[in-house]
């Protein structure tokens, strides 16, 4: 039995860590397994831990510390090691991004701050408790949408930048002839 990865996987995580993103995996599959994956796919870093959810500790400032790792694998891991995660990583100022698609990653899904849930084989759970589905279940959608979310946002600075200049040379003489 051979379950490949996704066409396109490696390259989405290449363009992710291109653009500051730290890409992990969090899952419930054996250790080898997941290991296997994430260095087929490119997410396994060297030097990267491979981490089992026994080995959590479970101080969260530790916890924190310890997966705030590009590239970690975390395998054996149950949903509430998940959602610890997720929280951990959130005290550390991080902005956390987490992909489910069953009924136990709702909590995980929920906590983080952009819960993203798989719409063709994920769970109604899952679905309700995340802030983004996936329409096409792949990891490249998810890298497309954090382009076209950058280039929204510098284009709305461009704007207001521009139009806050302008305004200023506009009003400076009503203001200075009001005086």
């Not at 291109?18 to 599959?29: E, L, P, S, Y």
């Amino acid at each position: 039995m051979q379950d490949p990865p996704r066409e396109g996987v490696r390259t989405a995580i290449d363009a992710c860590r291109k653009a500051g993103v730290r890409v992990a995996m969090i899952t419930g599959d054996h250790p080898v397994t997941a290991a296997a994956i994430a260095t087929v796919t490119g997410l396994h870093l060297a030097g990267a831990p491979v981490l089992e959810g026994s080995d959590l500790p479970a101080d969260e400032a530790a916890l924190g510390e310890l997966v705030d790792v590009d590239g970690i694998v975390l395998a054996r891991v149950s949903p509430e090691d998940k959602l610890r995660i997720a929280r951990a990583l959130r005290a550390r100022g991080h902005v956390v991004a987490m992909t489910g698609d069953g009924v136990n990653d709702g909590p995980a899904l929920h906590e983080a701050d952009i819960g993203i849930a798989m719409g063709q084989s994920g769970t109604d759970v899952a679905r309700e408790a995340a802030d983004l589905v996936l329409l096409d279940d792949r990891f490249d959608s998810i890298v497309a949408g954090i382009e076209q979310g950058r280039a929204t946002f510098v284009n709305m600075r461009r704007f207001l930048t521009y139009h806050l200049t302008d305004n200023v040379a506009e009003l400076t003489p009503f203001v200075v002839w009001a005086l």
